[in-house]
């Protein structure tokens, strides 16, 4: 736990008290990725019946005003129930140059230049760090939380406690994580918006790892009362788990 931990009290009743004082916050639903170890979209797997993406947006809703799913194929989701959700159409690098260029614009909103070609008939996947990046570019928001969409576990008010810690971190961390012996957990977690230039600049240079990226930056750590709300669902195994 970091040294600010002393802050956090997840008790039903404060969970309420900070969540009044939470700041505006979006939150980024990772849906891409090849599920090569599943075998099946993760995304569309029912958990009780409801489709893993929708039970991880609808978790992300009530914590953030705007949610934005990332994801190369918004199609095949289009019929879930997800109101008020927005896509945002992940484009692919050109083959051969790893660049990803944002420009300002007059709002001084961060956008992509012309779209990107695909590099494969296949839709192409960069792995999660290029997907945050392209919702990153769209984010409103001083601070984002980022959710993967095969996390059945999660839990609103440790979530909900962590968003409203925030306004605490200090100011030269470029994010606020739960930590793991081995780094950080980068997929269940909050980003300031002004790291973008930082993360363009590490993916520009081939960087694809979050750990690798977070290992140059100061991040908050955050207190994680219920380590099994971070259980991925990856595998069969770890379905028939949930199920
Ligand atoms: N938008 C987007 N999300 C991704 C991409 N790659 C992974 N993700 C998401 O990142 C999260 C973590 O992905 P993993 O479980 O590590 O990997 P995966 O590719 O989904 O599955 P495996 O092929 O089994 O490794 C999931 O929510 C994925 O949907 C990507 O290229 N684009
Ligand atoms: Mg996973």
Redesign the pocket.
């Known amino acids: 736990m970091g040294s600010r931990g002393e802050y956090f009290n997840l008790s039903s009743s404060s969970v309420q008290l900070h969540t009044q004082n939470s700041p505006v916050l979006s939150a980024i639903v ?9 075998g099946r979209d ?2 569309l797997i029912p958990i009780h019946g409801v489709p893993l993406l929708q039970l991880v947006c609808g978790i992300a809703q009530s914590c953030a005003e705007t949610v934005y799913i ?3 194929w918004s199609e095949r989701y289009e019929h879930l129930l997800l109101p008020d959700c927005q896509f945002i159409k ?1 484009v692919s690098l050109p083959i051969g140059d790893k660049k990803l260029e944002i420009q300002e614009n007059t709002e001084n909103t961060l956008i992509f230049p012309a779209p990107l070609l695909p590099c494969s008939p296949a839709p192409n ?4 760090l ?2 945050f990046a392209q919702g990153l570019a769209q984010v409103q928001t001083d601070w984002v939380l980022l959710l ?3 996390l059945p576990r999660l839990r609103v008010e440790v979530l909900q406690a962590w968003a409203a810690f925030l306004d605490n971190v200090r100011d030269e961390a470029i994010a606020a994580l739960a930590a793991h012996p081995k780094g950080w957990e980068p ?1 269940c977690g909050f980003y300031r918006r002004r790291c973008l230039p930082q993360l363009l600049e590490f993916i520009n240079q081939g960087g694809r790892s979050f750990q690798q990226w977070l290992k140059q930056y100061p991040v908050e750590v955050l207190p994680l009362p219920a380590p099994e709300m971070l259980f ?1 669902c ?1 595998t069969p195994e770890d379905l028939a788990v949930i199920r």
């Open positions: 990772l849906a891409g990725g090849k599920s090569s170890r599943m993760k995304a990332v994801t190369p992940e996947t960069h792995g999660p290029v997907g993967a969409c095969d997929l991925n990856n």
